[in-house]
């Protein structure tokens, strides 16, 4: 059975960084496209960024262009995403996903999710 465990939420100042980590056990997914998503209260879980099997093809909603970055290492079967320059609407719950397939829809309804980890972010 796969477990996905994200790390590293918390509550931090506007303007601050903090770093997220997905740890994957159960199985290898280095040749899994992985994604972090978010979900505010009220609203719809949304991707935030993704990244594809090796690495190298990446996605990033609009919102977090410039300030956020995801990056994996496969040999620590981890992904992780880099936040910095935060602001209040960034705080969400932060969710981590695995697919097989590189593209949003799929990821949207991806195989394999995380239990979420709490960011919030104070003016």
């Known amino acids: 059975q796969v477990h996905l465990v994200e790390s590293g939420g918390g509550l931090v100042q506007a303007g601050g960084s903090l770093r997220l980590s997905c740890t994957a056990s159960?199985?290898?997914?280095?040749?899994?496209?992985l994604a972090w998503f978010r979900q505010a209260p009220g609203t719809e879980r949304d991707l935030v960024g993704a990244?594809?099997?090796?690495?190298?093809?990446?996605v990033y909603a609009d919102s977090v262009k410039g300030r956020f970055t995801i990056s994996r290492d496969n040999a620590k079967n981890t992904v992780y995403l880099q936040m910095d320059s935060l602001k209040p609407e960034d705080t969400a719950v932060y969710y981590c996903?695995?697919?097989?397939?590189?593209?949003?829809?799929?990821?949207?309804?991806?195989?394999?999710w995380g239990q979420g980890t709490q960011v919030t972010v104070s003016s």
């Open positions: 996903a695995a697919d097989m397939k590189y593209n949003v829809y799929s990821l949207r309804a991806a195989e394999y």
């Open positions: 159960g199985r290898t997914m280095s040749s899994y496209a």
């Open positions: 990244i594809n099997w090796e690495g190298v093809n990446t």
